[in-house]
């Protein structure tokens, strides 16, 4: 009876630091793709840790961020985080700032964020947009990189990290997002060998997408 009421409960993953106790993220048993840690996350998580991207006093903004792995680590790292997700995700994330806070030297907060919709709440840009599996529906590539593209000023680099599905339509979807991305932004992947030590996979690809410059009036 116990274990069931544990189950319903949610359950907690914990994300190694180097510095320091792990993260504890609390997953749930029910409700989609957004309430568990996935590869990627964990992934570009400690990408972070390596230090190739300077985060302390940085703005930062999750998107996607399901259990709020990324960004809460990145808030360990000195960042001032804004992680979002839909309305039916800012419990789980509360429950993991509330959860993770004291290891926080930065500043993390939840916010809801529909992709397509009014971005103005989350101006001026970040200096850093953070994505973990973000490309899995195609009807949502579309209100994504509106998103993206009202979030970035010149200087927001994201960080977007997936995982190389070859199931189904996961490749076509991909190939598009890619496609529709590079009408506006400048794409270059980080090598696996910049990736944490330990946490890296040969499927799990991380991506550094800058706005393409204008040139001219």
């Avoid at 189950?7 to 568990?36: I, K, N, S, Y």
């Avoid at 500043?107 to 947009?129: C, H, M, N």
Wanted: proline share 5%; net charge negative.
């Amino acid at each position: 009876r116990r274990l069931r009421a544990g189950a319903m409960a949610g359950f907690v993953r914990e994300l190694e630091r180097r510095d320091g106790p792990a993260l504890r993220l609390e997953q749930r048993a029910a409700g989609g793709v957004g309430c568990v840690v996935w590869d990627a996350a964990l992934v570009l998580a400690k990408f972070l840790e390596t230090g190739a991207c300077p985060l302390v006093r940085r703005h930062v903004l999750e998107l996607g961020a399901g259990t709020g792995a990324v960004g809460i680590m990145a808030a360990t790292l000195g960042a001032n985080v804004t992680v979002t997700d839909l309305e039916e995700l800012q419990e789980l994330l509360m429950v993991n700032i509330e959860n993770n806070k004291h290891l926080v030297t930065g500043s993390v907060r939840a916010k809801v964020l529909k992709w397509g919709e009014d971005v103005t709440e989350f101006q001026p840009p970040p200096d850093y947009i953070l994505m973990a599996d973000c490309i899995y529906y195609e009807e949502s590539l579309e209100p994504l990189l509106k998103t993206l593209k009202d979030l970035t000023g010149p200087d927001t680099c994201i960080l977007c990290c997936y995982e190389q599905r070859t199931m189904g339509k996961n490749p076509e979807i991909e190939r598009k997002y890619f496609e529709l991305l590079q009408r506006d932004f400048e794409l270059e992947k980080i090598p696996l060998d910049s990736h944490d030590k330990e946490y890296r996979s040969e499927d799990i690809h991380i991506v550094n997408i800058h706005r393409k410059q204008t040139v001219g009036p």
